[in-house]
């Protein structure tokens, strides 16, 4: 080899040696430590409104419909008249249970008469007692007959009395499928007409499998009924998306799951006074679920790929990896945390494009400045 070439090679492996043992200096990033505590996160669940009370307005005799005091959509209070069916027939009917009446009280009067007739000849031996008891059976008979009278007289009463059909609620007056004029039947297929008490309303909604176990696991009690009052309140979206001024409570939950939907009927109450809300409105239930020791995250120090949440950790050396991370719900800017890290790691708040599996940076501790609730202490 000639000397030039040594020359060349010498001076290669120098510079090389000397840019090897240059150091390596470390990223300075902000990290910020992770705490746990109580957040609670909000679910939305479909929902329908139905007013306290729905009732069917049905007849109870047959007619025709002679009068409507009331017109769709009326407010009612329990008791108010709503509609009139034709009384002729069964005022009719009363007459003539009252006539057999007065004719079997006559007939009682005869065989009283007879009774007392007899009495004092069987006595005296004129006549056989035979007679005096056939007279007995004869006035017994006479007043079983007056008291079939008066139950007559109570039965066409009742039934005079239905046809004044009342309120048994007080509600609003729902669509009116019979008019004036209008053949009524007691076996009609379709009600008068539906009434709806809704100073109050129900607001059903339905958990699944899944949702029904976090709520048992999460809230004290021996029963449900126990658990249902350690709820907070819950809130109604409107189909307008708007919120439903005043908040409800949930109080029922049903005895059993849909097996072919698999989910529970749950259901909420809440106050109407002014009559906002009516039956058959839909909207969603907005359900605030509490988690105790909870670790969150701000979503800010977080990456997703494909579906999936990771954050970048630091270890005692100051070493970052990669971990995936398991999110049980949001709470504001924060991510609530199920599994993957724990309270007290530190994680990297942001810089994630300039980072590498393994690689070494300089920690610098700050707090989160887009949540000052981040940390909260139990």
Do not use: W
């Not at 470390?26 to 306290?52: H, M, N, R, W």
């Amino acid at each position: 080899m000639k000397p030039n070439q040594l020359f060349f090679l010498a001076l290669l492996f120098g510079c090389a040696d000397n840019k090897t043992s240059q150091p390596v200096i470390a990223i300075s990033l902000p990290v910020v430590k992770i705490a746990s505590g109580s957040a609670i996160t909000y679910q939305d669940f479909p929902a329908s409104i139905e007013g306290k009370a729905n009732v069917e307005i049905r007849s109870q005799v047959n007619g025709t419909l002679d009068h409507l005091f009331v017109d769709e959509g009326d407010y009612v209070t329990a008791g108010a008249p709503l509609f009139k069916i034709n009384a002729r027939p069964y005022q009719e009917r009363l007459n003539n249970a009252t006539a057999n009446l007065h004719a079997t009280e006559g007939a009682l009067a005869n065989a009283q008469l007879e009774v007392e007739k007899l009495t004092p000849l069987v006595k005296n031996k004129v006549l056989s007692d035979y007679q005096l008891k056939t007279a007995l059976a004869s006035q017994r008979i006479a007043q079983a007959n007056i008291e079939q009278a008066q139950a007559q007289i109570a039965s066409a009463l009742i039934d005079l009395g239905y046809t004044i059909i009342k309120a048994p609620v007080s509600g609003y007056i729902g669509r009116l499928a019979k008019k004036q004029g209008s053949l009524i039947s007691t076996t009609d297929a379709e009600a008068i007409t539906d009434l709806s008490d809704v100073h109050e309303v129900h607001v059903y909604f339905s958990f699944g499998e899944t949702d029904f176990i976090n709520f048992k696991s999460q809230y004290q009690g021996k029963t449900l009924t126990e658990k249902l009052k350690q709820l907070p309140d819950v809130e109604l979206i409107l189909s307008d998306d708007n919120s439903y001024a005043l908040k409800g409570r949930v109080d029922k939950i049903n005895g059993l799951f849909d097996k072919n939907t698999g989910a529970i009927s749950v259901r909420a109450t809440f106050p109407n006074n002014d009559g906002l809300l009516r039956s058959g409105n839909t909207g969603k239930l907005r359900l605030g679920l509490l988690h105790n020791s909870i670790v969150r995250v701000p979503q800010s120090a977080t990456q997703e790929t494909q579906d999936k949440v990771f954050v970048y950790t630091v270890d005692n050396s100051n070493k970052v990896k990669k971990q995936l991370i398991t999110i049980a719900g949001t709470s504001g800017k924060d991510y609530l945390v199920k599994d993957g890290i724990k309270a007290g790691d530190l994680i990297v708040f942001n810089g994630f494009d300039r980072l590498h599996e393994g690689e070494t940076i300089t920690p610098t501790i700050i707090k989160d400045p887009n949540n000052s609730d981040l940390i909260i202490n139990n």
